[in-house]
């Protein structure tokens, strides 16, 4: 039967394969929090877990299947694809779920897809675009808040302020909301096209979103972390509201 669901792809962090056993495989893996897929089927899409790929293979047959997609949180991005050495302090490179985000990015813009990225997506559609990051908190000209969450207690919040001319406002319908907080990484230098339409109050970009697309937007937070709040939900729903459009 058919599903008229828009169908909202999710990539997936990637874990390498390790020298000795552990928990649940050696090989190496992919895996998802269910927060994302519970996010995305309560505001009325059907999700489809994507993958990672070394190299991206069959991206044409694949992106036939959706109408939209999430970019997800995870580890960080090998600092070579924005053109930086790695700092000591980054997690493990993915190079499978790297590459493949980079150039599922780049059909998502061809088809004009709805995207939204959270955390790692946030920053993957920054570098995607040309950007560059922070690789860490500590190196950024100011003294910021606490913005990392090593434990993942989901208990780290701050203030986030929204330019009262973006999408993002209009789509929350709040210039100030709170949210959680879990990255050591940051946007420095924005991609093309991009503009910064939220702050945390020491000034870390909080949002971007694409200034020549309908809806291509990225948030620092986690709001599939917080789905009870107001301006969470809303997110996901513009996502896949957005994504009703192509079907």
């Not at 980054?90 to 897809?113: Q, T, V, Y």
């Not at 991009?194 to 697309?213: N, S, W």
């Not at 309908?214 to 957005?242: M, T, Y």
Request: glycine content about 8%.
């Amino acid at each position: 039967m058919h599903s008229n669901r828009p169908k909202i792809g999710i990539t997936l962090s990637e874990v390498q394969e390790a020298p000795t056993y552990r928990w649940p495989a050696r090989k190496r893996f992919d895996f998802l929090k269910r927060e994302y897929y519970e996010a995305i089927f309560a505001a009325g899409g059907l999700p489809i877990l994507l993958a990672n790929s070394d190299p991206p293979s069959n991206l044409d047959e694949l992106t036939d299947l959706l109408d939209g997609l999430l970019l997800t949180g995870g580890g960080d991005f090998n600092p070579k694809t924005y053109g930086q050495a790695s700092l000591s302090g980054n997690s493990e490179p993915a190079k499978a779920r790297d590459g493949f985000e980079l150039a599922l990015i780049e059909k998502a813009f061809d088809r004009k897809w709805p995207i939204l990225g959270i955390c790692r997506g946030h920053q993957a559609l920054n570098i995607a675009l040309g950007g560059t990051l922070f690789q860490d908190l500590s190196c950024m000209p100011f003294k910021t808040l606490p913005h990392a969450d090593p434990q993942q207690t989901g208990q780290i919040f701050h203030d986030v302020t929204i330019d009262a001319e973006s999408k993002l406002f209009k789509i929350v319908g709040a210039e100030s909301i709170q949210t959680n907080s879990s990255h050591h990484q940051t946007i420095d230098r924005l991609g093309r096209g991009l503009k910064a339409v939220a702050f945390a109050p020491d000034g870390v970009i909080e949002a971007v979103e694409h200034t020549g697309h309908d809806f291509v937007l990225g948030v620092q937070w986690h709001p599939e972390g917080h789905i009870d709040r107001d301006h969470s939900v809303k997110l996901f729903k513009a996502l896949v509201d957005n994504a009703r459009k192509l079907m």
